[in-house]
């Protein structure tokens, strides 16, 4: 599950780190967005009080800035990472080689959550870097 980081992500990285003094497990970015993977010990510092340190390095980075918390297993992270009260199960399977996240929704909020395709593109990606979890099925 190894990958390697691009200048680009780097840049990122070392920029969160100087703006707030913590560091983030990983980035991705598309879009004109970024995205942090943050250990949840980190994640208080670098949001800041009244969300102040994140605004501000969002204004000096003229991007978009998500946070993901991140989570040694791989169910509480997907259930973290999207908003709160619309998930109602996780269950990752592993057949063979490949492992597939299967993500059930309170069913009122699965449309909104389908919505926020940023979002669940960084998820993705971050399910697949970290937890080598191929395919997301909702």
């Known amino acids: 599950m190894g990958f390697t980081l691009s200048k680009e992500q780097m840049f990122y990285l070392s920029a969160l780190e100087r703006e707030t003094g913590k560091s ?6 598309q879009n004109g967005t ?17 969300g102040q340190n994140i605004k501000k390095f969002t204004e000096k980075l003229g991007k978009k800035v998500q946070l993901f918390e991140y989570f040694p297993q791989a169910e509480k992270f997907i259930e973290k990472a999207l ?4 998930v109602k199960s996780v269950e990752v399977r592993e057949n063979g080689q490949e492992k597939t996240a ?18 669940m593109k960084a998820l993705r990606e971050f ?3 970290g937890f080598g979890i191929k395919n997301i099925r909702l």
């Open 127 to 129: 399910l697949d870097r």
């Open 34 to 50: 970024v995205s942090f993977l943050v250990n949840g010990e980190n994640m208080s510092r670098i949001i800041g009080k009244n």
């Open 24 to 29: 983030a497990r990983d980035c991705i970015v």
């Open 83 to 86: 908003p709160n009260g619309t």
């Open 102 to 119: 299967r993500i059930s929704f309170v069913p009122s909020e699965r449309i909104s959550v389908n919505r926020n395709q940023p979002k």
